[in-house]
Structures are given as structure tokens and as C-alpha cells.
């Protein structure tokens, strides 16, 4: 990040499996001029690179609905955040647990600042509904399958939901209402933005 004059802006984006992240970040990406970085796009693409030291590590982690170490994750996002000639970034689902927190503010608090967290709040039952749908459309991810969406979601109300909470009580989080349909969810991102 040292190559930008300024500190890069980041705003975490958060929100359950199928909440809509990935479709709301393409479309702030396109409106507001931010990079859209993707931690699961991030691991799934080293996780299938040829040579990774890291690739059966990532692909175990994900097909258990886990997560992955935060060295590793936290290493994928500097660099690609220093490859994208950009300094404002939209990091999407990151971090998942307080360990990603933690790692996070060691590793890139000095170089980056944290503008906000985008929370997009849904029922499970959508995004149940939505990732089966993606899955069924041939998303051609390992992880849009009933069994492991079971465990993603479990992970994800162990280990996320308190620090989407923990973001509530610093009063840095901003909530968007995903239930309803994307043009409409894009409507309250861009009041918000």
C-alpha cells in the first residue's frame, strides 16, 4: 500500500451466506468507483492455483464451512489490493470472526482506513434459498450445496454475528435490509454511500 499518496480507504462488507453481498459490491463498485475484493473469490482462486502452498489448506477450510487462517487471507487481500491501482476498496466478508479482526488491525490498520461496515441483514431462510438457487444456476462454487451451506451458517452465527454486533456498539456499521429484491437493496446502498 506504501505506492498510495494517501491511506486506502476500506469499507468491510458483511452479511450471510446469499445476503447479496457480491451482487450489491459489483454494483457500488460500478457507481462509486471502488475495487471489489472478494475474500471468497480471493481463496477460492488461490485454493485452485496451481503450486499454491496454501491451495488443499483453503479448499478443506471451505468445503467445511470454516475459516480460513487470517495470515493467509489477510496476505491474498494486501496483495491484491496493491496490484489494483486503486486506494478505495470494498472488502467483502472480511472479517468473519474475531481472530480476522485481530489479524487485520496488526497487519494493515496502520496502512488503510476503515471508513465503515456495510452489514446487508437477511433472513436465513433467503439465504438459504438464494445460495441453493446460485447453486442449482451453476455458480460453480464447492461451497452452494445444502450440506455445507448447513455448516456456513452455523460458522457464521458462531463467529460472525458477534462481530457485526461488536461493529453495532462502536456505531460504525451501516444496515442495509437485503430481503428485498436487488434494485431495491441498491437503492438504500446508495443513500448510504
Keep these: 500500500m506504501s505506492s498510495f499518496a494517501t491511506k486506502a480507504k476500506v469499507v468491510f462488507v458483511l452479511g450471510g ?13 460500478d457507481r462509486f468507483r471502488f475495487t471489489h475484493l472478494s475474500t471468497g473469490d480471493l481463496l477460492r482462486e488461490e485454493g485452485s492455483r496451481e503450486g499454491s502452498q496454501y491451495g488443499t489448506m483453503i479448499e478443506e477450510h471451505m468445503r467445511n464451512g470454516k475459516i480460513v487462517p487470517v495470515e493467509v487471507t489477510c496476505s491474498l487481500l494486501e496483495k491484491a489490493m496493491k496490484s489494483s491501482g486503486n486506494s478505495m476498496f470494498l472488502i467483502d466478508g472480511f472479517p468473519r470472526n474475531q481472530d480476522n479482526l485481530d489479524g487485520w488491525n496488526r497487519r494493515m490498520s496502520p496502512k488503510v482506513d476503515m471508513q465503515f461496515v456495510l452489514f446487508f441483514d437477511c433472513t436465513e431462510e433467503v439465504c438459504v434459498k438464494r445460495c441453493l438457487k446460485r447453486g442449482l444456476n451453476g455458480s460453480g462454487r464447492i461451497d452452494d450445496n445444502l450440506e455445507t451451506l448447513k455448516k456456513r451458517i452455523q460458522t457464521y452465527n458462531k463467529h460472525s454475528l458477534p462481530i457485526i454486533q461488536y461493529f453495532q456498539g462502536t456505531g460504525q456499521m451501516k444496515t442495509i435490509d437485503a430481503g428485498p429484491d436487488a434494485d431495491q437493496v441498491f437503492a438504500q446502498v446508495e443513500s448510504t454511500f
Excluded at 451466506?17 to 463498485?29: E, L, M, N
Design 17 to 29: 451466506p446469499g445476503a447479496g453481498k457480491g451482487t450489491q459490491c459489483s454494483r457500488i463498485a
